[in-house]
């Protein structure tokens, strides 16, 4: 059974910074690619970051130079920090798994504001 256990999340002021992580069972983790995605409220969900397998990542232009995906596959687990915060970053977000389906974390809530 997959499971992706997001935690970090939290209240932070403007400019702040944050590290979530999420931590993957029952798959190889190694093999996959992960990503992080953030839902606000009455928006879609969207692609925040993702990284391969290879550790190539890519990220939404929102985020770009303030985000940063990796991986440790040591660990099974995968990281999103974030720095900058802006008030939009505010968003429940989600770790994603491409394995044999799409699995889905329960989201951690991250919100921006002073």
């Known amino acids: 059974q997959v499971q992706l256990v997001e935690s970090g999340g939290g209240l932070v002021q403007p400019g702040g910074s944050l590290r979530l992580s999420c931590e993957a069972s029952g798959v190889i983790f190694s093999w996959h690619t992960y990503g992080w995605y953030r839902q606000a409220p009455g928006k879609l969900r969207e692609l925040v970051a993702a990284?391969?397998?290879?550790?190539?990542?890519n990220y939404a232009d929102s985020v770009k130079g303030r985000f940063t995906i990796s991986r440790d596959n040591t660990k099974n687990t995968v990281y999103l920090q974030m720095n900058s915060l802006k008030p939009e970053d505010t968003a429940v977000y989600y770790c994603k798994v491409w394995s044999s389906a799409e699995y889905w974390g329960q989201g951690t809530q991250v919100t921006v504001s002073s």
């Open positions: 990284i391969t397998n290879r550790g190539i990542s």
